[in-house]
């Protein structure tokens, strides 16, 4: 299999500013810090994490949407990082995004038939017979009747907008498509269908997707990889399999953990851990693991002194996680919660 | 006695296209101290059964019928001045968007204040002093000193607890909460969970939970009404309806939903949209969408009626016994299978 995206190394600091004519850079927030992943064709990276911590301004910045401030993006063997306008003009017929809220992702005055033509447009393909075969086409491809081309966004429910807007995606064959939590705003029947969608999509038209979503549940269904994100920075990446099968990560212990059950007595006796509070701000974020304000397994003296990098788990392909005390049990245990006041005990 | 027993609520909008039948026939009840979780997809009449038990929908354009009996007292129909004084003092609500609940030019503080003061005969210092307490109990940290901020200073989990401890500041009796924790991310969405079971624990307060998440719904939940087409198609006590669904609509719901415990490749899909509840479908509303459908169901509605395994389980099905419980043992075979081989 061939790489299509490769990522290294890559970061967002937003510049924070005073003052309204010598504007000076006061702080920067780190939005992402230090992201790596390289994805092959036809493969799926989940990007999992809660609201803030990095994930959608990561997606901006692969689709060239926001100027990185360091590392690299590699998409077909070329070095996009840097490219200008025109230089991204050719790369964008092969790099798509489908956005979270149907609602206002699609342009309310335009019909659904423009809407969907509009990339045929922008990159001049096809005469305007062709366009509308092509848009006709796609509408039935993604589950719509071609005949409500001449209808407007409002006239849809919110999945079938979502059909528009990975319709819309479709229309110049991409290569690679970012899913930015396309399935969070959605009913649970809708969302399913949905899901199913993107994965036929995949098959038939030898797709990769970067799928955003802050449900480790949603992800599993169509990812190969996932990789947990907390704060601008992975905390745990591995296989679709080992990574559910065998969480490390406390972080990845608690949102898998958090998802309610649809089973009153399987959701009574699991484990939860419920973490309390806000992603804190990455304007002033913790000293070194991020995530040891809110960890159940936090240790003093270590996890707020030293920053734990990405190990490989042994024994196992591909799976890495970035923490000094990683889950032993899965399931969990009893004694996997208890807060671990200080290095002493543990050691001791 | 029941705390609020509503009988074949029925609403109905008069519109340019015709008459939407936006809620036929609902009844149930709800004691205290009890959480009643009401599921189905938008557009199933979930919310607009609330909205008109508490008055609150447009008496010019609706049409509203049936009964509803709060604590004893009939309150569908009454006057608005006799409304407004169990709203928000006996009745709580929590909205959906907690960023279009909230006033975004007033502080938090004035809008909690505002609740107390409406209800109570109180000072303005009393009221601030209530609402840091409620603030308090949401688990907002720093409460004294958050109270004077915007909504907008505050993050979407915080300003849903905002709505929560509005709703809660007149220590009502019963809480209306519709989709609260439906725009949050999980990990915020099991702690809202969590509180408000904790706040139910502590006071007695019965709940209402619309939701479009029947994981939602085995968490928080007692009684369950499974809705659609603006009807009730299952109703049941949370454990019978989780272990023996009798409704092909609620086998769709169950199937759909992501689950930590299954890896199959693609989740089981109800296919098409919702019926539109201006020209519902003859016979069963869900016939359409039903992959078990024979002719029956087109032409002729089920009744709501008992389960073969307890009165208290009530479903519209024209399958047959034996059909369902065939099929059901099948689909949860096929459950099981799947979370083998998830251990494995």
Redesign the interface.
């Known amino acids: 299999m061939s790489e299509l995206l490769v990522v290294e190394d890559l970061q967002k600091y937003f510049p924070v500013t005073r003052g309204l004519i010598f504007q000076k850079e006061v702080a920067q927030v780190k939005a992402v810090d230090g992201v790596n992943f390289t994805l092959n064709a036809g493969e799926t990276l989940g990007v999992v994490g809660?609201?803030?911590c990095g994930k959608s301004t990561m997606a901006r910045c692969i689709a060239r949407l926001l100027e990185p401030t360091g590392g690299k993006i590699i998409f077909d063997g070329r070095d996009i990082t840097h490219l200008d306008r025109n230089g991204m003009r050719p790369v964008r017929r092969d790099m798509m995004m489908v956005f979270q809220d149907p609602y206002a992702s699609l342009n309310a005055r335009m019909r659904v038939g423009a809407i969907v033509a509009e990339p045929l447009e922008v990159h001049g393909i096809g005469t305007d017979t062709d366009r509308k075969r092509r848009v006709q086409e796609l509408l039935e491809i993604v589950g719509l009747n071609p005949e409500h081309y001449n209808r407007f966004p409002h006239e849809f429910?919110?999945?079938?907008r979502q059909r528009i807007g990975i319709a819309r995606a479709l229309a110049i064959n991409p290569k690679l498509i970012i899913c930015d939590e396309p399935v969070s705003a959605l009913?649970?029947?809708?969302?399913?269908?949905i899901?199913?969608l993107l994965?036929d999509l995949q098959q038939d038209f030898q797709l990769t997707y970067v799928f955003i979503a802050?449900?480790?549940?949603?992800v599993?269904?169509v990812s190969d990889r996932v990789m947990v994100m907390y704060l601008g920075k992975p905390v745990e990446t591995g296989g679709?399999?080992d990574l559910?099968?065998a969480p490390k990560h406390p972080y990845t212990g608690?949102?898998?953990?958090?998802?309610?059950?649809?089973?009153?007595?399987?959701?009574r006796a699991r484990k939860?851990i419920?973490?309390?509070?806000?992603v804190p701000s990455p304007l002033n974020p913790p000293a070194a693991c991020r995530f040891h304000p809110r960890c159940p397994r936090f240790v003093d003296g270590k996890c707020n002194v030293d920053e734990p990098l990405l190990t490989p788990v042994a024994g196992a392909q591909d799976h890495e996680y970035a923490c000094h005390f990683p889950l032993e049990h899965w399931p969990m245990g009893e004694d996997e919660f208890r807060r671990r006041a200080s290095l002493a005990e543990t050691t001791g | 006695m029941a705390l609020l027993e509503v009988t074949d609520l029925t609403t109905r909008f008069r519109t340019d296209d015709g008459i939407v039948k936006a809620v036929t026939g609902v009844s149930f009840t709800l004691d205290r101290g009890q959480t009643l979780g009401v599921v189905g997809e938008s557009g199933s009449g979930k919310s607009v059964t609330f909205l008109t038990l508490m008055g609150l929908v447009d008496r010019r354009h609706a049409q509203v019928s049936g009964s509803v009996l709060f604590d004893g007292q009939e309150i569908l129909g009454a006057s608005g001045s006799r409304l407004q004084k169990i709203r928000g003092r006996r009745i709580g609500m929590i909205f959906q968007d907690p960023m279009t609940s909230l006033n975004p030019v007033k502080r938090i503080g004035w809008q909690l204040e505002e609740a107390v003061m409406l209800h109570n005969d109180v000072t303005r210092a009393e009221a601030r002093r209530r609402s840091v307490e409620a603030l308090e109990e949401v688990e907002i940290p720093r409460a004294d000193s958050r109270i004077d901020a915007y909504p907008h200073q505050f993050s979407g989990g915080m300003r849903q607890r905002v709505m929560i401890a509005m709703a809660l500041i007149n220590k009502p009796e019963v809480i209306i909460a519709d989709e609260p924790t439906t725009a949050l991310d999980v990990t915020t969405q099991a702690q809202i969970l969590r509180l408000m079971e904790k706040l139910q624990n502590d006071r007695g307060t019965a709940i209402v939970m619309i939701t479009h998440d029947l994981g939602v719904v085995a968490e928080l939940s007692n009684e369950v009404l499974v809705m659609y087409g603006g009807r009730v198609v299952e109703q049941a006590g949370v454990d019978d309806l989780f272990a023996k669904p009798e409704m092909p609509y609620t086998w769709g719901l169950l199937g759909s939903l992501p689950r930590p415990e299954i890896v199959a490749d693609r989740l089981e899909q109800i296919p098409g949209q919702p019926p539109s509840l201006l020209h519902p479908p003859q016979g069963c509303a869900f016939n359409p969408r039903c992959p078990y459908v024979f002719d029956r169901c087109r032409t002729e509605l089920p009744e709501l009626r008992p389960s073969p395994l307890g009165a208290d389980h009530q479903f519209r099905c024209h399958l047959g016994d034996e059909d369902r419980t065939r099929i059901w043992a099948a689909k949860k075979a096929s459950l099981a299978a799947t979370t083998e081989g998830s251990a494995a």
Do not use: M
């Open positions: 809660e609201s803030g429910s919110g999945g079938q009913d649970v029947s809708v969302q399913a269908q899901l199913n994965k802050h449900d480790l549940n949603v599993r269904h679709k399999v559910y099968a608690a949102l898998l953990s958090a998802a309610p059950i649809a089973d009153p007595t399987l959701g939860q419920v973490l309390t509070g806000d």
